[in-house]
């Protein structure tokens, strides 16, 4: 398990995002130490941040697979 602040986790999730295009949830939670509610609202946030500064972007949710990817939008 990595000893990350809440920023430092934020910036993990959100950087294995854009260089593999997909996160495992299972493993995020387990190598940062996260409870699933905690691992949702970072997901949420960057979501957001995703929103506001990179809109031809979005995180998806594959409930089978349990994973999020990154994917393009739009035009």
């Known amino acids: 398990m990595i000893d990350l602040t809440k920023g430092q986790t934020l910036l993990y999730i959100y950087n ?11 493993e995020i939670m387990d190598e940062c130490g996260l ?3 905690t691992f949702k609202r970072y997901i949420a946030e960057i979501r957001a941040y995703i929103k506001n500064f990179e809109s031809h972007h979005e995180i998806k949710y594959v409930r089978k697979k349990d994973i999020y990817l990154l994917v393009k939008v739009g035009k």
């Open 35 to 37: 409870t699933d509610i």
């Open 16 to 26: 294995k995002l854009e260089s593999e295009k997909v996160i495992i949830k299972a």
